[in-house]
Each structure stands twice: as C-alpha cells, then as structure tokens.
C-alpha cells in the first residue's frame, strides 16, 4: 500500500503542536510553573474558558489545561507566540529564511519581503513613538538614562521595527508561506537599522510610488536619537582605547621628537651648516679665493 503523502501546511500544523507539547509539558512537570495543571492538545478548538487575571487564556484554540485534582477545565489556547518570541525568532531565522524566498515563488515573495520591510519600519516608528510619550509621561527620569545609550536605541528601536511587522503579518497576511516572506524581511530590515538607523528609509523614501507615502523618519532608531539625543560621539572618543590616543601623543616617544630635534646630532647639522654659509659669506674668503683664482688663470690681454 502507498504511503499517504502529507501536505506542506499540514507539516506545519503536526510541527506546531509538537512543540506546544513540549512546551507546556515542561511548564506543567513537577517543577514546572504549571505543576497543578495537565496540558492537553486537542485535534479540534473546543469549547473556549478564560481565567481571570491570565490575558492569555480563553481564546480560541488547541491547547487546554485541566486541574489535575478535579479534572475540570482550567483554561484554554495558552499564548503560543511571545513577544520575545516574535523579536528574536525572525532574526535567528534569517540565514535559512533568505535562502528559502528565491526557491518557490521568488518574485512574490520578494515583494512580501519588501512589503515587511516598509510596514516593520514605519510601524516601528509609529509604535516607537506611542509606547516612548507614554513612558515619558509615566517615568521620564528613569526613562531618559537609558534611552540616551546609543546601543540601547539600535536594539530597542529595531524591536520596535520587529514587533510592528510580526504583528502587521500575524494580522492581515493569512497565507502561511507570504506571511514567511513578510517577517523575513521586517526582520532584515530591522538588522539594517539597527546598524545603520535612517539608512534604509532614505532609500525606500526615494522610490517613485511608495517614497511618497513614507513616514519622515520612517526609522525608528532615528526617531530614539532625536527623541533623547546619542551619545555614540561622545562614546566613541571618551572610550579607553580612544584616551590613549591623547597619552600615546603625549607619550614619551613623541615628546622624544622635541628632544630627537634638539639632539647634537641635529645640532650638529645646523652648526656644520652655519658654518659653511657663514664660511662663504666672508668677505675675506671669498676675495682671496677669487684673487687666486684671478691670478692662475690666463687672459687675453697677455697674448
């Protein structure tokens, strides 16, 4: 008998419960956080039960968990993606995801890619932008130390960039595969501003249709940098290695050059050379050079 051939999407779906398995059969182990729960993956959603204060619980979904004592129905669909999840996930994915887009598709799923990009950086401006005023509002004097580092504003404004594409794709792009495509490229796109901010949108804000509809700044480590300031300058030239540029001039060897100049040997130059302009500037000398040679020389007069 042949064996049955399973489908992509299929795969997909055994994959994802595999690892919800293993996921919460290690939150509800003995040690686990979960331990008076038991994780059950359903083949079908069933009937949906919220806890109250767990947001993650009562929607609709495959994954319920039972009190172990009782046997009742605790809660159901327990939160699959993190946000953690979708920041770090598309960008340990890129070296195998970048190839996967030029395999099947390459054309459309380029311009999913480039669709993720444009939405990741303007939706990370947005996002950027909202969640900063709140905090500012809420804590500035605990906000403002921090967000002034320059790395913390590359690393937090590309997650910024990572967060508002993964949950643009999750929402609005249904087709696991073009869904692929467009988190793979929010998350190159964020790799990009993260190394050099502002870089990417001028580019895309150059182009002739979509350039028009670009947020100025559409980066949101820019918008950090003009929001609190860098101190990646100040960074760069206060830092160890860069002070000892100002004690390696001031190092003995270079304060040598004062002392390599005023060295005999170089006043030795400059005497034998007083010496000889002063030598040819004689007026003795150079008279008695020239009588001698006066007197050794034939003249016309003479024949």
Do not use: C
């Not at 300031?229 to 002070?243: H, I, N, T």
């Not at 150079?286 to 050794?296: E, I, K, T, W």
């Amino acid at each position: 008998m042949a064996r049955r051939r399973t489908s992509v999407a299929h795969k997909k779906v055994l994959a994802r419960k595999r690892q919800a398995r293993y996921r919460w059969g290690k939150k509800t182990s003995k040690t686990g956080k979960y331990s008076h729960l038991g994780a059950v993956i359903r083949r079908r959603p069933g009937r949906r039960k919220h806890v109250q204060g767990h947001s993650w619980t009562g929607r609709k979904g495959t994954v319920a968990l039972f009190n172990r004592k009782t046997g009742r129905l605790w809660g159901t669909n327990p939160i699959g993606k993190t946000v953690s999840g979708m920041i770090i996930s598309p960008v340990m994915a890129l070296p195998r995801a970048i190839p996967a887009l030029l395999k099947q598709h390459p054309v459309r799923n380029i311009g999913f890619a480039a669709g993720g990009g444009i939405v990741g950086l303007m939706g990370g401006t947005a996002l950027q932008q909202l969640v900063m005023n709140l905090l500012n509002k809420v804590a500035p004097a605990a906000i403002a130390p921090i967000m002034s580092n320059g790395i913390a504003q590359r690393v937090i404004g590309a997650s910024f960039a990572l967060l508002a594409g993964g949950l643009a794709g999750k929402i609005a792009v249904k087709k696991p595969a073009d869904r692929l495509a467009f988190v793979t490229g929010t998350a190159a796109a964020a790799i990009a501003e993260a190394f050099f901010p502002g870089a990417l949108a001028s580019k895309i804000a150059q182009l002739p249709i979509v350039g028009q509809y670009m947020i100025l700044p559409a980066s949101p480590v820019r918008g950090l940098m003009g929001m609190y300031g860098s101190d990646e300058l100040a960074a760069y030239v206060e830092a160890p290695a860069y002070q000892g540029v100002g004690a390696y001039v001031e190092a003995p060897a270079y304060q040598g050059v004062g002392a390599y100049v005023e060295a005999p040997a170089y006043q030795g130059v400059g005497a034998s050379m007083d010496d000889a302009v002063a030598g040819l500037g004689s007026g003795d000398y150079l008279a008695g050079n020239l009588g001698s040679m006066g007197s050794n020389m034939p003249s016309h007069l003479d024949s």
